[in-house]
């Protein structure tokens, strides 16, 4: 069965504490902070875990460049410790110019590469009260060797999600992570003609099962007593997430070539309306729930069938905050239990 969470993107610390607080009492099952240019995911988690008792708390995504192992490995100790156990830690690159530009990246090459070296540093980090750490690799250098005693970690194995979208930064996660973090725009056909396999290939390649890694979604998801509105807003981040042209190959291997050539021609012009007019109503079906609270019960469940665990996320894009919050609420109220 499914497990189902939410997905805070957008808002201030008060305001993701407060729908994790709303997401608990209404018996979701957990819910992730993302992280942007003025948004932390480690401090959103540590308020989310503070404020809650029973829900699990998670990074969706924390940006994996920009701190050194030894600081990631203590915020995820420190935030696992704080939930007493309900953390994951969700980690990905983000783009080769976010690297670079965003965190001072001086190697932005190879980042599934990156990150295949960086997790199992994170993991013998966290047992660094059994041993010291010497470790020498292409992008991280660590020489730890304690001078006093150091306490274990509430959790030993701290699970870790990673995210990816082309089939080699997918595979990251079948050789090294306990999960995939799925792209919103991701549908049925590129997770059966690319990303289960690129997992398999992963896994393999490390003598893992394919059924070790948990598959995570996240759906964009728009509430309205206006079908149409709910779906506008829906279309409009889709095509917020379409327009960088490094989502093409993507785009073009399900089947949405045509869609994405208008919806970039369309960012370029800066041209919104015909960015969200651009994206089909096939597109917006396989990529997202929308509409009334009823239509939206309906499009989830099967839209969540595909995951392990399935994240309800409202878009953003366009929208006002006061829209953001009440689409939330929303959520939470159609979704409860």
Known sequence: MTTRGITVLAGGLKDTRDITVRAEQAGFDAAWSGEFLNRSA??????????????????????????????????????????????????????????VGWHGVTDPDGPATRMEEL?????????????????????????????????????PDIPIYTAGVNARMIEVAGRVSNGLICHPTITDTYLDEVARPAIEQGATKTG?????????????????????????????????????????????????????????????????????????????????????????????????????HAALYSPSFTLSPERVDENTTAIIETFAR
């Not at 506008?232 to 379409?242: G, H, T």
């Open 42 to 99: 480690v401090v959103s988690v540590a308020a989310m875990a503070a404020a809650t008792s029973r829900i699990g708390v998670g990074s969706a995504i924390a940006y994996a460049v920009g701190r050194s192992p030894l600081v990631l490995a203590n915020d995820a100790r420190f935030l696992d410790e704080l939930s007493e156990g309900r953390f994951t830690l969700g980690l990905g690159t983000g783009t080769r110019g976010m690297m």
């Open 119 to 155: 997790i199992p540093l994170l993991r013998r980090l966290w047992h660094l009260h059994e041993e010291p750490v010497q470790h020498e690799g292409r992008f991280y250098s660590c020489n730890i060797t304690p001078t006093a005693d150091i306490e274990p970690p509430f959790r």
């Open 208 to 308: 893992r099962s394919a059924s070790d890694v948990a598959l995570k979604g996240v759906i964009i998801t728009a509430i309205a007593d206006n079908a149409e509105q709910a779906r506008r807003e829906a279309a409009a981040q889709i095509a917020f997430y379409v327009a960088p042209k490094a989502y093409t190959p993507v785009m073009e291997a399900s089947g949405f070539g045509a869609e994405t050539e208008a919806i970039q021609s369309a960012f370029r012009a800066k041209d919104h309306d015909a960015m969200v007019a651009a994206v089909s109503d096939r597109m917006l079906d396989e990529m997202a729930a929308a509409g009334t609270p009823d239509d939206v019960r309906d499009q989830v469940a099967r839209l969540e069938k595909r995951y392990d």
